[in-house]
């Protein structure tokens, strides 16, 4: 008898006929012998119609409501779910994120998990009961509701499997897997049968879309065996686990880009200690997520310093960077939202040279200009104009083999 953690997507409860299908499905589960519990996130497009309301009542919704709002999407799916479970002749119970007790922080829209009380959850799975818990939300210490932000539901679901010892945790949607890159971009995409945390965590900050970032980190601190896998197929789907010696033999596990990508350069800055810091400050005061980072020498004293932000944030960043440009004597700032950045990533990449040479001379080839280079130890990301992007990611896919099977 195993417990797991089942999470499924808007898109796999878009409907009362998916609903009841996923009931089915869990029940087969559990009727196998294992200890269900089942995290769900709101019915596809519920969350951005409830954004669109707030909008209409606010100009900038005020955090704490919208919280309460977008809270009440998953509440609606928990509840039909455990009905459809009672009436295939199975017991259910529904719980909220602050009746489970998922402790946060008190950042609305976008908190964190700090501990998950599971003596509730266990007496009802003692009883034989599946567990269905809203995914997305939490609730602060003096009782505020809050939500977890986009793909919150992978983070409540690892949590909790976590918290539970549980002995994997699914996490169903609408693929069948995490693949050597986007399939609607490149026709001869591969399903990954195993993965690394280190080299899915790469994946999902450089913008594959399967996996929130969050929940990867979850999963490797607490060892959970995560599998990505489709609501609507019987298909085995991609392990994410613990690294082993077989795994370092691929030296690229998949291509992965993200459009969601701003370039800020602050042109002629006087070269002094100091001066990254002043600049940066206030953009991380307001929230804003620098990434990569370039600095370039000039003669006299001066240096160019050149950044990404997202894209999303773009406008809001750059009359912050020019305002302590002028402050700190700047030349000039300029930008574009007109790039991408696409990289490789794979952890035999510590063991196969030659990675970088094989990317720059892919993209050469191409006639795609690189303007900015990043590394890590299991990563390369070259930020280039938007409109390569992808030809890039197939040429780099065909490049470094990926359509293979895994050695």
Request: net charge negative.
């Amino acid at each position: 008898m195993a417990l797991i953690v089942q999470k499924f997507g808007g898109t796999s409860v878009a409907n009362p006929e998916k609903i009841k299908a996923v009931a089915e499905r869990v029940l087969a589960r559990q009727r196998e012998g294992h200890r269900l519990v089942v995290v769900l996130s709101a019915m596809a497009g519920e969350t951005n119609r409830f954004v669109d309301l707030a909008n209409q009542m606010q100009n900038i919704p005020a955090p704490r409501e919208l919280d309460m709002l977008l809270a009440t999407g998953e509440q609606v799916t928990i509840s039909l779910f455990a009905m459809a479970v009672k009436e295939l002749g199975g017991d259910a119970v529904s719980l909220l994120g602050d009746q489970v007790k998922i402790h946060t922080d008190n950042m609305h829209t976008r908190a964190r998990i700090l501990a998950i009380d599971h003596e509730l959850i266990n007496n009802h799975l003692d009883q034989g009961r599946v567990v269905v818990v809203a995914g997305f939300q939490g609730v602060t210490e003096s009782g505020e509701i809050t939500t977890l932000g986009r793909g919150g539901s992978d983070t409540t679901a690892v949590a909790l499997a976590a918290a539970l010892k549980a002995d994997q945790c699914d996490i169903f949607t609408d693929v069948e897997g995490v693949y050597t890159t986007d399939p609607n971009i490149c026709a001869s995409a591969r399903k990954i049968d195993r993965i690394t945390y280190d080299e899915m965590l790469e994946l999902a900050s450089l913008g594959a879309k399967v996996l929130d970032i969050r929940s990867v980190s979850i999963a490797k601190r607490h060892k959970v065996p995560v599998q990505v896998r489709s609501t609507f197929t019987n298909t085995e789907g991609t392990w994410v686990v613990e690294e082993d010696k077989t795994m370092e033999s691929n030296p690229v596990s998949g291509v992965t880009y993200n459009r969601n990508e701003a370039r800020i350069t602050v042109s002629k800055l006087p070269d002094v200690p100091g001066i990254a810091s002043r600049l940066f400050t206030p953009v991380a005061k307001e929230g804003i997520v620098v990434d990569m980072i370039i600095q370039n020498t000039r003669d006299g004293n001066l240096t160019d310093l050149t950044f990404t932000v997202p894209k999303t944030d773009y406008k809001r960043a750059m009359p912050i960077v020019e305002k302590t440009a002028r402050e700190i004597g700047a030349e000039r700032v300029s930008g574009s939202e007109n790039i991408c950045k696409v990289s490789v990533v794979g952890v035999g990449m510590r063991n196969h040279p030659g990675i970088a040479t094989t990317m720059f001379d892919v993209l050469a080839r191409e006639g795609i200009n690189i303007e900015m280079i990043s590394t890590s130890e299991i990563k390369i990301s070259c930020v280039i104009d938007e409109k390569y992007t992808e030809l890039a990611v197939r040429a780099l896919h065909d490049a470094f083999n990926l359509q293979e099977k895994e050695a």
